[in-house]
């Protein structure tokens, strides 16, 4: 600001430094985009292209006729909405216990969901085939579900106790001086003031289902495999199906973009409230 | 600041505690029980307990070591480097300019794309015959031949890291650009006044402003990046000839190849070299909370 002088250049090196940046950041969207809507000649010819000569949907009409993309599209659903339900509904219950009351034991506790996160996703994988096996739920969608809690309830517990420790207590206290109880007090004032908080942690639940790969390869067939698995099968023993693949790509995040853009206000507040108080 | 002692508190959390109980420290008991026994599914009637002779195996297995200089290797460049990237794109959306809003949201669009999506996005870019990266370089004179980048060791390393790099970049350039945003202008209007330069300002006012954060984060992207399998798998498998491999790319092999006790014991190796890290970042939690209150 003060030194007038110098800061044309710094503004233009700046500028440039941040178009370099979103370039490369953005670049292999770009290139997924390109060529999902390049015709198969087009893919592997003699010159790579970096726009089509001739833009078809083609991939796309072969990757829902013939691949049948809409199936495991239903399954991430399924999966990512079961996920999110039940996350939300018992970190709720537990995140305000841990941000509402004072108890015995809850520091070990809070302790005992943070170590949670904390595993390696292949240190419960194992065991976790092979107890699922046993019980005979290995390659439904009960088991990917039941996975995903391992991370997603720790995780949603420690973004919504976040976002209660930030609303007064003199709320809620307010309405039970009016004759309610605590759970009418939680129903009537502090959820819905709570809700955008809780959208967005759902969003983020649902975006880290939908995005999950290491359990679901191993915890689903044919049947039930997710969009992860099925991106992934398109690399066949004959070579990869690069139209089909990159198409399905697109459809795959196009969800979680809406999503993103839609909870990262509140999302990013709850992501680095924590981290930034100290 | 409740009534001293009610049961309420601990019969809402009782599901959540449940359900991490079953899913998380069931397995990690059975993963213990496991790493001590042969267990391998294609050989199901050999299924017993063994005692150490996993661990022995390991110890002498040199892919296991191998994996584990990886991994080491595979943190230190792709979180130092996501660290730095992550800086620089914080430190440049840290200003106000037209579109800023927008920049800043779809800059973090990395961070919200699948893992396999990642991995096949850029095998595709890396393609040796079709690869955008070579026609790119080849365009510019840098190289004068294709290079395939993926299927030799001496590419395929740098590869896999350049991709952990593009991803971490965003999520460490959201919690730098949480802390920016909370030093007070005073300090640097202090600074001007004493004539101090960007870079002196960057030294000795933004870095130990941001200490904590980046500590936190640092810690956070050490225990994810270890553990990321997603990306590594679907750029290389591991490959070519392990150069790729790191311990939980080499767990995940294993289990895959249903060799679960060999698996587990490697996994429980993983987690413990890890509990270092994670008992570091549960101190600085619990300091900055005491610290918030």
Redesign the interface.
């Known amino acids: 600001m003060r030194k007038r002088g110098s800061s044309l250049f710094g503004a233009v090196l700046r500028y440039l430094l941040l178009a370099a940046m979103l370039a490369f950041l953005l670049f292999p969207f770009y290139w997924t985009f390109v060529t999902s809507i390049k015709p198969e000649s087009e893919l592997y010819g003699q010159t790579v292209t970096y726009w089509p000569q001739r833009a078809t949907f083609d991939s796309y009409a072969k990757l829902f006729l013939e691949f049948k993309f809409l199936k495991p599209m239903a399954n991430s659903l399924v999966v990512a909405a079961a996920t999110t339900t039940i996350s939300l509904t018992v970190s709720l219950l537990a995140a305000y216990a841990f941000s509402r009351y004072r108890f015995k034991g809850r520091k070990f506790l809070m302790t005992l969901f943070l170590t949670n996160n904390m595993f390696p996703a292949v240190l419960l994988l194992i065991p976790l085939y092979a107890i699922m096996r046993k019980i005979g739920i290995l390659y439904t969608p009960r088991a990917l579900v039941l996975s995903y809690t391992t991370f997603t309830i720790p995780f949603s517990i420690w973004l919504l106790s976040g976002y209660l420790d930030d609303l007064p207590t003199s709320l809620e206290e307010a309405a039970m001086v009016d004759g309610a109880n605590r759970a009418q007090a939680f129903i009537r004032i502090i959820l819905p003031i709570l809700a955008p908080c809780v959208v967005a942690t759902g969003a983020y639940v649902f975006m880290t289902s939908w995005n999950e790969y290491t359990f679901a390869v191993m915890f689903t067939n044919e049947a039930n495999r997710t969009i992860p698995v099925a991106l992934r099968n398109l690399i066949g023993q004959l070579g990869v199906q690069w139209g089909m693949l990159t198409a399905g790509g697109i459809i795959t995040i196009i969800p979680v973009c809406i999503m993103f853009f839609f909870a990262q206000k509140r999302l990013i507040a709850g992501l680095t409230a924590g981290a930034v108080k100290g | ?2 009534r001293k ?2 049961l ?3 019969l ?2 009782t ?3 449940v ?2 109980l079953t ?2 420290f ?3 008991a ?2 213990i029980l ?1 790493s001590f026994q042969s ?1 391998d599914l294609r050989r199901p009637s050999g299924i017993g307990f063994v005692g150490l002779k996993n661990y022995l195996a390991v110890f002498g297995d040199p892919l296991f070591w191998r994996a584990l200089w990886k991994t080491i290797l595979w943190v230190l460049f792709g979180v130092g480097l996501q660290f730095f ?1 992550g800086l ?2 914080a430190l ?2 840290n ?1 106000n ?1 037209f579109g800023r809003g927008l ?1 800043r ?6 961070w ?7 991995g ?6 890396f393609d040796g ?2 690869g ?1 990266l070579n ?1 790119l370089l080849l365009r510019l004179g840098v190289i004068h031949d294709k290079i395939p980048f993926l299927a030799q060791p001496a590419t395929a390393f740098p590869a896999v890291i350049l991709t952990i790099v ?1 991803q971490g ?2 999520f460490f350039a ?2 730098l650009l ?2 920016l945003q ?1 030093i007070p202008d005073e300090l640097y209007d202090a600074a ?1 006044v004493d004539g101090a330069s ?1 870079f002196q300002k960057l030294v000795r006012i933004t870095i130990p402003s941001l200490k ?2 980046i500590f ?2 640092t810690l956070l992207r050490i ?1 994810w990046v ?2 990321s ?2 990306v590594i ?2 750029l290389t498998e591991g490959g070519p000839a392990y150069s790729t491999q790191t311990l ?1 790319v080499y ?2 092999n294993k ?2 190849a249903l060799n ?1 006790g060999y ?2 014991t490697m ?2 190796m ?2 413990l070299l ?2 270092l890290v ?1 008992v570091l ?2 101190k ?6 005491e ?2 209150r």
Not at chain 2, 112 to 118: D, E, K, R
């Open positions: 600041m409740q002692t009610s309420w508190p601990y809402l959390i599901p959540a505690l359900a991490v899913v998380v069931v397995p990690v059975n993963a496991m267990y990237f620089v794109l440049l959306l200003r300019f920049v949201s779809i800059s973090l669009i990395p919200v794309t699948p893992g396999v999506l990642i096949l996005m850029w095998r595709w870019i015959s079709y955008v026609d593009w970049i965003p959201l919690m949480a802390g909370g001007d960007g904590n954060i936190v984060t225990i270890a553990n399998v997603d798998f679907n939980s767990i995940f289990g895959n679960l698996a587990s996994s429980i993983l987690t890890l509990a994670a970042y549960l600085s939690i619990f300091k900055n909370q610290a918030g």
